[in-house]
């Protein structure tokens, strides 16, 4: 283990309550969390786990996985819980340790992690983080390193779940666009290269959407052949997409009603959150058969 949990500062990352503030009501997050996992498992039929999407978002593919049959639980800080507070992440950890979570989405947030930034370093919208300085570059302007110190933490709990998922063979899904500095941290290294691992690259144009935005899925745990949907890529030339025929949309700027595009490209396209529930889904009914094989003998 090579991290976790740094000293906290003042600013955005709330000390006193370990964890990020965001503006909305002060939460006991761990209360509410329990109450989530029984109001999740209150639901019939399904079998008693759950499929939890953390850092969720609007939270697709938990949707997905819910027509599919799954309880699920959506984590999402602006609904009050922050998985950067030890004490949300540690009962976490003891879902994935105890078999209660059967699957997991993480998506933590990517956009202090980007590669897209260029300029000089420690400049105004120069890069925060260089090859050499991938937690953050010493003496950002103040703005840049409060978007760090959350990019930090958000990633740090992100792989701290992730491991903890490897180590108790939990299929789960690690996403971030394929510019993402994090997939050259150490932890994520020694993920990526792991006999249980299969990372893939899509684009989101071949699920739907008018922007290609190139994205890398580390899945743990889940067999190759469930990710054949997944591995698809734009293969156009001419600059045009090959789905649409025509140009991808930049995700610079605003569109019409002036939302910016990378705001809007923020979701997973549905078609994509369904192809990801679906494989976490066969993952887990797979491991279930391998269980029950292994009891009959
Ligand atoms: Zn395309």
Redesign the pocket.
Known sequence: MFFFYEKRESGDIDSSKGGITWGGPTVPAVTQLRQMLRRALRGGGAPPVIFVEAFAGCGRVAAAARRRGWRTVQLELKQGIDLTDPHVLSLLEGWISSGVICALVLAPPCSSWSVARRGHPRSPGGPPRTPQHLWGLPGLPPKDAAKVRVGNATMKAAVRLLQKCAVHKVPVVFENPIGSRCFQLPALRRLLSAPFAVPITC?F??FGTRW?KRTRLLFLHVPRAALDKLDMR?T?RSGL????GKP?IILQSCDSSGIPWTQRAEAYPKRLARAMASALSSAVDEMHLQRLHTLSQ
């Open positions: 684009d144009c071949r290609r734009w156009g997409c090959s789905v649409t991808h």
